[in-house]
Nanobody, 123 residues
């Protein structure tokens, strides 16, 4: 079983630059694709940033140039570096990873979600 633990959220002033982290724990797996989603009160969960295993990235229009998704395979970690935060970025942020592991007789991919971390942008 793989578990995801997120950290890095909290109360941030407008213009701030926090970094969210998501660490995957378990045995015998590799992270394939990964993404960060967010859900604001009263709104649907939306994709913020996504990175496929080959390294290509995709960003939601409103965060382009302000957010950067990255990974550290050695640490089984994914990150979301945020900058120039605005009040409208306030939401619960969730990491989402596609993990591959060998389950005889083949590799199997499963999707996991983090528990969510609150980011509140306010002065």
């Amino acid at each position: 079983q793989v578990q995801l633990v997120e950290s890095g959220g909290g109360l941030v002033q407008p213009g701030g630059s926090p970094r969210l982290s998501c660490v995957a724990s378990g045995r015998g797996f590799s992270i394939e694709d990964m993404g960060w989603y967010r859900q604001a009160p009263g709104k649907q969960r939306e994709l913020v940033a996504y990175m496929i295993s080959g390294g290509s990235t995709r960003y939601e229009e409103s965060v382009k140039g302000r957010f950067t998704i990255s990974r550290d395979n050695a640490k089984n970690s994914v990150y979301l570096q945020m900058s120039s935060l605005k009040p409208e970025d306030t939401a619960v942020y969730y990491c989402n990873v596609v993990i591959s592991r060998f389950e005889f007789p083949r590799f199997v991919k499963n999707t996991y979600w983090g528990q969510g971390t609150q980011v509140t942008v306010s002065s």
